[in-house]
């Protein structure tokens, strides 16, 4: 589970560069793509958090 957060908050900060630039840029689409990636990593946390993936890894002792 821990290593799941790193890489999803390592993603995260990515895409916050990506989006920064972006916005400096007035590129609208591509902030709005990021925008949209960071609310699928949210998604993912809560996933990890509540779905088949907190099953999976209570079930597997979080390894695999």
Do not use: P, W
């Amino acid at each position: 589970r821990e290593e799941l957060y790193v890489a999803l908050e390592d993603a995260q900060e990515l895409l916050s560069e990506v989006f920064s630039f972006a916005c400096s840029e007035n590129l609208t689409e591509l902030s709005r793509l990021m925008s949209v990636a960071d609310t699928m990593i949210c998604e993912a946390f809560e996933e990890i958090e509540c779905g088949e993936t907190k099953d999976y890894l209570e079930n597997h002792n979080g390894l695999e």
